[in-house]
C-alpha cells in the first residue's frame, strides 16, 4: 500500500508541475494563480500546498529532485573518491537523468522567468546557495579545515558556478550536441577546480605583487 500511495503522490506532483508550466508558457506568469494550477491539474488549491509552498516552487521541482541527499551524498561519499570525484559522479548521473527527461520548452520557460520574475530568479539562488553550503560542509570535513578557514567555501563557490553555468548553456542546441558540449565544459572545469584546490593545500599559491 505504501508503494502505492507513493507513486500517487509522485503522479499528483508531476501533474501539478506539468499544468503550472503549461499555464505559465499560454497566460503568463502574474496571470497564473494558484487556483488556475489546481484546476488545472484536477486536485483542491490546499492541495497544492500540500506538495508546493509558492507558486516559484514548482517551476524547480526537477532540481529539486535532483538536489535530494546531496549534503548527505558529499559527506558520506559512497563511491569512495574525493568530495570532487563525488560531485563529478554526481554531475554524470545528473546529465543522463536529463537527457531521459529534458523538457527543452519548460527549460527555456524557466530561463525566461528567471530573468523577468525576481522572485523566481531568488529561488534559483537558493537552491543553488544550498548545495553551495553543502559542498563547502563536506570539503571542511575531508580537509580537516578548522573553523574559519576560507578554503572549503572558495573551492565550493567554484565548483557551484559550474552548476550554474552549464544546465543554461546550449539550451537550443540538440541533446546529443548539447550533452557533449557539457561534458567538455565540465572536464574543463575539474582540471582547474582540481588544480588550484592542489595549489591552496600545498602552500604553492602565491598572492599577487603590489603595484
Same mark, same amino acid.
Given at each position: ?41 484536477? /486536485?483542491?488549491? *490546499? ?6 509552498? =509558492?507558486?516559484? +516552487?514548482? #517551476?524547480?521541482? $526537477?532540481?529539486? @529532485? ?60 537558493? /537552491?543553488?546557495? *544550498? ?6 560542509? =563536506?570539503?571542511? +570535513?575531508? #580537509?580537516?579545515? $578548522?573553523?574559519? @578557514? ?62
Amino acid at each position: 500500500m505504501t508503494g502505492l500511495r507513493e507513486r500517487k503522490k509522485r503522479q499528483t506532483r508531476q501533474a501539478i508541475y506539468a499544468a503550472a508550466v503549461r499555464l505559465f508558457g499560454e497566460r503568463g506568469w502574474h496571470a497564473t494563480t494558484v487556483a488556475d494550477i489546481a484546476a488545472a491539474a484536477d /486536485i483542491a488549491p *490546499r492541495t497544492f500546498f500540500a506538495y508546493f509552498p =509558492a507558486k516559484e +516552487d514548482v #517551476l524547480f521541482a $526537477p532540481y529539486e @529532485d535532483l538536489f535530494t541527499g546531496f549534503d548527505e551524498l558529499m559527506l558520506t561519499r559512497p563511491h569512495g573518491g574525493s568530495v570532487l570525484d563525488e560531485l563529478r559522479t554526481w554531475l554524470d548521473q545528473v546529465f543522463v537523468q536529463q537527457a531521459e527527461d529534458f523538457d527543452p520548452v519548460a527549460e527555456a520557460l524557466l530561463d525566461k522567468l528567471s530573468v523577468e520574475v525576481d522572485s523566481i530568479a531568488a529561488k534559483g539562488l537558493q /537552491i543553488m546557495d *544550498r548545495a553551495e553550503r553543502g559542498l563547502a560542509a =563536506a570539503l571542511a +570535513d575531508e #580537509l580537516g579545515s $578548522p573553523a574559519g @578557514d576560507a578554503l572549503p567555501a572558495m573551492v565550493a563557490a567554484a565548483a557551484v558556478a559550474v552548476l550554474r553555468s552549464i544546465p543554461v548553456a546550449g539550451i537550443e542546441q540538440p541533446a546529443e550536441e548539447r550533452a557533449r558540449q557539457a561534458v567538455a565544459d565540465l572536464d574543463r572545469a575539474f582540471l582547474f577546480i582540481r588544480a588550484g584546490l592542489a595549489a591552496l593545500r600545498s602552500g604553492s599559491a602565491t598572492a599577487p605583487a603590489g603595484g
